[in-house]
């Protein structure tokens, strides 16, 4: 059974920085596409960032220039480093990565940013 476990969340301040880590276990296969997700209270699940194994990424258009996705492939994890935070980025965040034809999801991480 393929597990994700992140950390990292937290509270801070606009303008500050949180690193969240998304660490699988339990699968014998490489951990495919993978990224984090959103969900802010009263709105729908959005993607914050994804990263193919080979390194490629994509970016909400609402964090570009601001969060930068990255892997480590050796140790089934993925990272996500948010700069320059603003209120609007207080959600649950959650990691996903697609092993073989299925998406497994962690179980979320608050990330809170204070005015």
């Known amino acids: 059974q393929v597990q994700l476990v992140e950390s990292g969340g937290g509270l801070v301040q606009a303008g500050g920085s949180l690193r969240l880590s998304c660490v699988a276990s339990?699968?014998?296969?490489?951990?495919?596409?993978a990224g984090w997700y959103r969900q802010a209270p009263g709105k729908q699940r959005e993607l914050v960032a994804g990263i193919t194994p080979g390194g490629t990424t994509n970016y909400a258009d609402s964090v570009k220039g601001r969060f930068t996705i990255s892997r480590d492939n050796a140790k089934n994890t993925v990272y996500l480093q948010m700069n320059s935070l603003k209120p609007e980025d207080t959600a649950v965040y959650y990691c996903f990565g697609d092993v073989g034809v299925r998406t497994y999801w962690g179980q979320g991480t608050q990330v809170t940013i204070s005015s």
């Open positions: 339990g699968s014998r296969f490489s951990i495919n596409v």
